[in-house]
């Protein structure tokens, strides 16, 4: 598990494009015949000939959060592999590049090459908030489709200001929740429980500051608010045992942690080595504190953290057993061996392809941005996370917000369901 790159500076990537800098990689998808066919590089598609799709997330051995872009890769090869080799009944070729977390400018060279060089239809990814937004501007740029499947930067998708080129375009969805949908209704549910004051600590991010702030607010709708609060420099290899004793030191038993990846299983296995909750404790956050690939790391430590996130393992409804079981018979842990089960990341690329899939049967697979942007707000589906709809206006998800505690399931630990908060609409809107 290697820790995602959302750290970087959102001014920084707003900068001006570069015209050089590492060349793109273009890797093949196998058909559901298992013949291997290379996206070609010159020549847009037309709505008879194979849909191309961009996809960028980080999957090789070499890149940050690769674990995580892995994921979303194999959800999306499977959902299309389950469909015959198409989307809306038109042949799909799906074209990878390798996001970079520390790296704009390698970004902006690889969204370049899907649309001058590889001719894509349109693209999806962007698991950190930087690359969504270089994603989000080079669509309105170039007036293509992009599908957000896992940045949680709430202004992907608001109309807010200053903003370059533009915050809420036509041409930009978000398939899963952003970081005020997962904490606002958090900090509701956990005030109405009756715990009022609340100690945060962050990422030093985006995703950590909008997370922290949407808890605020949900607290405060119930009488409650932050009494204290520190942020902690992502991948930095932060002193957590110093982290919590500090946290430990203040009287606020409430608290909410906004972390992911290698900075959540630091973070989670300090905690439970300080005895926190012994000593009356309680620990909270968004979905990605506690997403199965932290629970593989922390497993005992992080029983009892309670979190919120569109999905769960333990959804039970026929799209959610149908799609883990899938999973399982698709892949294998590299270190188990066992069937492999999904994670967050997965789901996220799952439900986006499904709507993805509606879309496109609705303008028969026409994937110009006039006829998919109105079939993808009309596209209501039912995935794994439940119900989910594209909000016509902001373009951003409605999902359930399922509220999550971690408990032991065999030798295993999910997160389990304990609330559900229906169709969470942003409020963006």
Known sequence: MKSVGRWLAIASVLLGACTSGPAAVTTPTASVSGVVTTPGAAGPAVASGPLKIGILVPFTESAIDADEGASQRRAADLYVKLQGGKLGGRDVQLVYNDESALDPDTNRVRIEQFL????????????????????????????????????????????????????????????????????EPLGEWVAKTGRKDAYAVYADDTFGAESEAAFAEGLGKNGGAITGK????????????????????????????????????????????????????????????????????????????????????????????????????????????????????????????????????????????????????????????????????????????YIREVRAAGTAFVNAIVDRVPSVIDAGR
């Open 116 to 183: 001058k060089q590889d001719r894509v239809d349109l693209l999806l990814g962007g698991l950190a908030d930087p690359a969504a937004v270089l994603l989000r501007d080079a669509a309105d740029a170039a007036q293509v489709m992009y599908i957000d499947t896992n940045a949680t930067l709430n202004e992907l998708t608001r109309a807010t200001s200053p903003c370059t080129p533009t915050c809420r375009s036509a041409y930009v969805f978000r398939a899963t929740l952003d970081a005020w949908q997962m904490s």
């Open 230 to 401: 520190a942020s902690v420099a992502p991948k930095s290899g932060a002193d957590w045992g110093k982290i919590v004793a500090a946290i430990k030191a203040q009287p606020a038993k409430t608290v909410f942690a906004a972390f992911v990846t290698d900075d959540a299983a630091g973070f989670i296995n300090a905690w439970a080595a300080a005895g926190m909750i012994a000593a009356g404790y309680r620990l909270f956050g968004p979905g990605p504190l506690t997403d199965s690939e932290v629970l593989k790391a922390t497993k005992q430590a992080a029983a009892g953290a309670t979190t919120a996130f569109s999905w769960s393992e333990q959804i039970d409804n026929a799209e959610n057993k149908a799609f883990v079981d899938a999973f399982a018979k698709a892949y294998t842990d590299e270190d188990t061996g066992r069937p492999l089960v999904p994670d967050g990341y997965a789901v996220e690329m799952w439900d986006a392809m499904r709507a993805l899939d509606t879309a496109l049967k609705a303008t028969k697979g026409d994937a110009t941005a006039s006829a998919l942007a109105p079939a993808l707000s009309a596209a209501a589906v039912k995935t794994p996370s439940g119900d989910f709809a594209l909000d016509a206006s902001t373009h951003a998800a409605t999902l359930d917000v």
